[in-house]
């Protein structure tokens, strides 16, 4: 399973982008998949998940301007990012886990990892 996240950039605070993870050897109607982030000299954390069944998952600080969602027929998990701030400067992570469990906010509880797209947004 490969995992290619895409989509960052440098963007204004208040700005939008919208992060792309894209799946393959897998199906990703059949995992869960996270997003997580690592700003620098931080420890990664957790953004936001998606179950098979569709159930999200957020961090606090995502709640209203985050939104996960995917895409079956593209294999592709998304992260819609609104009114973005400063502090959401970080790479990010995708992530993904096709046996059950319920802890999609530990990084360990994923098996598979994207390379990480970087996320500036300046003040």
């Known amino acids: 399973v490969q995992l290619q996240a895409s989509g960052g950039g440098l963007v204004q605070a208040g700005g939008s982008l919208r992060l792309s993870c894209a799946v393959s050897?897998?199906?990703?109607?059949?995992?869960?998949m996270g997003w997580f982030r690592q700003a620098p000299g931080k420890e990664r954390e957790f953004v936001a998940a998606?179950?098979?069944?569709?159930?999200?998952m957020y961090t606090d600080s995502a709640k209203g301007r985050l939104t996960i969602s995917r895409d079956n027929a593209k294999n592709t998990v998304y992260l819609q990012m609104n009114s973005l701030k400063p502090e959401d400067t970080a790479v990010y992570y995708c992530?993904?886990?096709?046996?059950?469990?319920?802890?999609?906010?530990?990084?360990?509880?994923?098996?598979?990892w994207g390379q990480g797209t970087l996320v500036t947004v300046s003040s």
């Open positions: 992530a993904a886990r096709n046996r059950f469990g319920t802890t999609w906010y530990e990084a360990s509880f994923y098996d598979y």
């Open positions: 050897g897998g199906t990703v109607s059949t995992y869960a």
């Open positions: 998606i179950g098979w069944s569709g159930k999200t």
